[in-house]
């Protein structure tokens, strides 16, 4: 009899389950709010030591735990994204959000859609300009992301990356239906205005990072200069713990010449490998055996731009747009053995 009372207060297995598996949804969707993926298992681990912290009876009230659990998680992450703008102002350098690693970026982690987590669940409501779920974890997605409000960053993520109707992302952040489908319009124009060309096939991609690899490898300042578009940029991100560039490098040439320089500097202990990068192609540098940056990548899309003979083509597969660089080691935590 003295364990009768325990066994009632435990909660069913099954739905034990259902509360658990709602993590990997929830810090999907955190980290494309917060971009970094630390401070989304920290907003998910606030989210669930809340939900623990009501009473049996309280959680019994709660309709949908799920769409609990995603309100709180993006309430949270409004919270922070207020005091990150804050911390940004005084990073040292460029700011970059983390990137991930193949293993992190599993199509059961990018699977965001909610399900049983809120009565939103169909693609009926709003199906105009989704984003798609690989392409809101690119690298230049999430670039652009930063310079959103926070408000516009959750009405945009919520409603074209999961699928939230904007009735339901009112109840979450507070505001009007139609101030959140406004809201998630200014963030869409914001975007198209930032991305400098539609996302190119990832197989295109991976191609043309493996052949500006064979040029850094070989040192070949034309090769390199032939693979970036003219007016390319390089971004690094040291956050004032590892050398850096402060300031982006903008031109093709000026930025081959910062990659032979910096190969050279190495004395030959550098190495840089193939890798997915946010679901792209990218490239890891080591250096000593340990991982010292990692590169994402914005490619601008092929183009037909003559005919050798008559009935074929001659497609160029595109120039390398943009490089982005983090180094700064606590970016870097989720690369370690990967």
């Known amino acids: 009899m003295t364990d009768q009372p325990e066994q009632q207060l435990a909660p069913p297995e099954a739905d034990l389950d259902a509360i658990v598996g709602e ?19 920290d907003a998910v681990q606030e989210t669930y030591a809340r939900w623990y912290a009501l009473s049996r009876p309280q959680q019994d009230a709660v309709e949908s735990p799920g769409a609990w659990l995603t309100t709180v998680a993006t309430r949270v992450c409004l919270d922070l994204l207020g005091s990150a ?15 991930l690693p193949a293993r992190a970026d599993r199509a059961e982690w990018l699977d965001g859609r909610p399900g049983s987590a809120t009565s ?4 009926s409501a709003d199906p105009a300009d989704r984003v798609t779920l690989d392409e809101s974890v690119s690298m230049a997605f999430l670039v652009v992301l930063e310079s959103l409000t926070p408000a516009q960053r959750v009405a945009l993520v919520l409603h074209d990356v999961f699928g939230f109707p904007f009735a339901e992302i009112a109840g979450i952040t507070g505001r009007t239906p139609a101030a959140c489908r406004e809201l998630a319009s200014a963030a869409r124009r914001r975007i198209r205005a930032s991305l400098t060309a539609p996302e190119t096939p990832a197989a295109q991609q991976a191609r043309l990072v493996r052949k500006f690899k064979r040029a850094w490898d070989a040192q070949d300042i034309d090769a390199l200069v032939g693979l970036l578009a003219p007016g390319a940029t390089f971004t690094a991100d040291g956050g004032g713990v590892v050398a850096a560039v402060l300031h982006p490098i903008e031109g093709a040439e000026g930025i081959a010449r910062h990659l032979t320089d910096l190969s050279a500097r190495a004395s030959g202990g550098l190495t840089v490998a193939e890798r997915t990068v946010n679901g792209r192609a990218g490239l890891v540098l080591q250096y000593g055996g340990e991982i010292a940056a990692v590169y994402a ?20 597969e595109g120039r390398i747009t943009r490089i982005w660089a983090v180094r700064n080691p606590a970016k870097l935590r989720s690369w370690a053995g990967s």
């Open 23 to 41: 993590r990997r949804r929830l810090t999907g969707l955190a980290y494309r709010l917060l971009g970094s993926l630390a401070e989304a298992e």
């Open 297 to 316: 990548f914005e490619v601008a899309g092929s183009r037909v731009v003559g005919s050798q003979v008559a009935g074929s083509q001659v497609v160029d």
């Open 120 to 123: 939103g669940a169909s693609g």
């Open 85 to 99: 703008r804050v911390r940004r102002e005084r990073y040292v350098g460029e700011w970059i959000p983390e990137p």
